[in-house]
């Protein structure tokens, strides 16, 4: 159900289960984490420098498949342990600046995945949230993080409590996502842009990644960070993109970047 497409240095991830609201179950996730695997690869051959996760149909991912789960024989950490969390981890570790277009369902192991993604955009339909109340489980995949980071404790808690969506303008406007597009326009607007993005200055995107990731998963104070910044800055002098900028900038012509 995952499918792997690179062309013009995007390799595009896609789920593709529609009939199931594109739930993943223990092969999906092994599938999903090989096609980061390739992709990673690929960018390592300098084939691909920006990466798009989508779902097909009306759904970008319900969840969990949970369809064929017996609750008493359930393995639940490895699921989660063993399987999801190490995904999540490799996808937020992608060696490129990643996007996901989101429509529809973005629940459960759906929201992990976009949490795990650098730049969300989400149909202004889409449907985010914490079902689990329904099932007398509670919310997973970073989601009690990511929800607490952005919403605080009492929206948090009442979005859990009540099992009620947000949508995805009401997503976006409170801080979680980046952009709330039509849906009609959605994925076209997104490939537009992840198209732009692969053809700009790799490293220096990766870079300010990295940087976030540590201002976010460190808590690096103001001066700590302008630190890390200006070491940042030093490594990227040396590369060809930095060279191109500068040159480009002084010719007052557009940059020409390689990646490199």
Not at 5 to 25: C, G, Q, T
Not at 83 to 108: E, I, N, V
Not at 207 to 217: E, F, G, P, T, W
Request: hydrophobic letters at 45%.
């Amino acid at each position: 159900m995952i499918e792997l497409s690179i062309a013009n240095e995007v390799a595009e991830v896609v789920l593709n289960a529609p009939d199931k609201l594109n739930a993943l179950n223990e092969e999906a996730l092994a599938e999903l984490g090989r096609a980061y695997d390739d992709a990673a690869a690929a960018v390592e051959r300098g084939e691909v420098r920006a990466l798009l996760l989508r779902g097909e149909g009306r759904a970008f991912c319900a969840g969990r498949d949970i369809s064929a789960v017996d609750p008493s024989t359930d393995d639940v950490l490895g699921y989660l342990d063993g399987l999801l969390t190490p995904l999540l981890a490799k996808m937020s570790a992608f060696p490129a600046p990643t996007f996901a277009a989101a429509q529809g369902a973005c629940l459960g192991v759906g929201l992990g995945l976009l949490i795990a993604t650098d730049v969300v955009y989400v149909a202004d339909t889409a449907k985010i949230g914490s079902p689990f109340a329904n099932l007398g489980a509670t919310l997973d995949s970073g989601g009690h993080w990511y929800f607490t980071e952005r919403l605080g404790m009492h929206r948090t808690l009442d979005l859990i409590y009540t099992a009620e969506l947000m949508s995805g303008t009401e997503a976006v406007e409170s801080g979680l996502f980046s952009r709330a597009l039509p849906a009609n326009s959605l994925l076209h607007d997104t490939r537009a842009t992840v198209a732009r993005v692969a053809q700009g200055a790799t490293g220096a995107f990766t870079a300010s990644k990295s940087l976030v990731a540590a201002i976010r998963d460190e808590r690096l104070g103001l001066w700590s960070a302008v630190a890390a910044e200006n070491r940042a800055q030093a490594a990227l002098c040396g590369t060809a993109d930095y060279a191109e900028g500068f040159a480009a900038f002084q010719a007052k012509r557009k940059p020409t970047f390689t990646g490199r």
